[in-house]
């Protein structure tokens, strides 16, 4: 469950810090990610390479979609569509359309106009096509891709799951205090990782969540974004 990496110290740590009996349904129980999904995250970026933590809300509600990383959506099989300029699995993902579109404005394939006529003129030659291109490219930029909870079970059950997780991020996040990283705290729920962090040093920088159609043609989330070209083939 928890990839034997440069990670494992920090975050049996941090998972010693949990509720107990909700430490045995993460590694029992019945939730979206799954228990060999939850910690996916952590796979392939190591602590030593984290530049950003960007934190998203929750799991997307759906056994093929969540896969253990904010954003990345698993049922989606390809990005574009020839006649809807995104593919039908991302234009029914709002966060996730609405966070592509914010990528190629950053970029400046798209510009006042964002919608689907605009998506499909778009030159994608050199575009990524797929959620792997995606999370290799934030990854490459040193984006770890963290939700304020890590698990989903129900829409109810929402507020019960992000405080069960606090003290594991409480904990993670004091063992990176002393990098220089910056926290990308994205919606309401995100926003209370700044009161876990204080005094830690951090670096933060706060905006809507992508739900939010502001959020495509945000100067500071654009500025922010622009240099790290998500959508670009390497």
């Given at each position: 469950?928890?990839?034997?990496?440069?990670?494992?110290?920090?975050?049996?740590?941090?998972?010693?810090r949990?509720?107990?009996?909700?430490?045995?349904?993460?590694?029992?129980?019945?939730?979206?990610p799954?228990?060999?999904?939850?910690?996916?995250?952590?796979?392939?970026?190591?602590?030593?390479?984290?530049?950003?933590?960007?934190?998203?809300?929750?799991?997307?509600?759906?056994?093929e979609?969540a896969?253990?990383?904010?954003?990345?959506?698993g049922?989606?099989?390809?990005?574009?569509?020839?006649?809807?300029?995104?593919?039908?699995?991302?234009?029914?993902?709002?966060?996730?359309?609405?966070?592509?579109?914010m990528?190629?404005?950053?970029?400046?394939?798209?510009?006042?106009?964002?919608?689907?006529?605009?998506?499909?003129?778009?030159?994608?030659s050199?575009?990524?096509?797929?959620?792997?291109e995606?999370?290799e490219n934030?990854?490459?930029?040193?984006?770890l891709?963290?939700?304020?909870?890590?698990?989903?079970?129900?829409?109810?059950s929402?507020?019960?799951?992000?405080?069960m997780?606090?003290?594991?991020?409480?904990k993670?996040?004091?063992?990176?205090r002393?990098?220089?990283?910056e926290?990308?705290?994205?919606g309401?729920?995100?926003?209370?990782?700044?009161?876990?962090?204080?005094?830690?040093?951090?670096?933060?920088?706060?905006?809507?969540?992508?739900?939010?159609?502001?959020?495509?043609?945000?100067?500071?989330?654009?500025?922010?974004?622009?240099?790290?070209e998500?959508?670009?083939?390497?």
């Open positions: 469950m928890i990839p034997n990496n440069g990670w494992k110290e920090i975050l049996e740590s941090a998972l010693n949990m509720d107990k009996e909700y430490l045995e349904f993460i590694r029992c129980g019945d939730y979206l799954g228990k060999d999904r939850v910690f996916n995250a952590f796979g392939n970026l190591e602590p030593n390479n984290v530049r950003y933590i960007l934190f998203g809300q929750d799991p997307y509600p759906r056994k979609s896969i253990g990383y904010a954003f990345i959506d049922g989606v099989e390809k990005i574009f569509d020839h006649e809807n300029g995104f593919s039908k699995e991302v234009n029914r993902a709002v966060s996730l359309r609405n966070f592509l579109k990528a190629l404005v950053a970029m400046g394939r798209l510009h006042g106009d964002t919608s689907k006529e605009a998506v499909k003129r778009v030159d994608k050199d575009l990524i096509n797929s959620m792997d995606l999370r934030f990854e490459k930029n040193g984006i891709l963290l939700n304020r909870s890590l698990v989903y079970t129900s829409k109810d929402l507020t019960y799951h992000a405080r997780w606090r003290e594991f991020l409480a993670l996040l004091y063992g990176l002393d990098r220089d990283i926290l990308i705290l994205l309401s729920l995100a926003k209370e990782i700044e009161a876990l962090t204080e005094g830690m040093g951090f670096r933060v920088f706060k905006a809507q969540h992508p739900f939010n159609c502001g959020f495509v043609t945000d100067r500071a989330v654009l500025d922010k974004f622009a240099p790290f998500l959508m670009k083939k390497r």
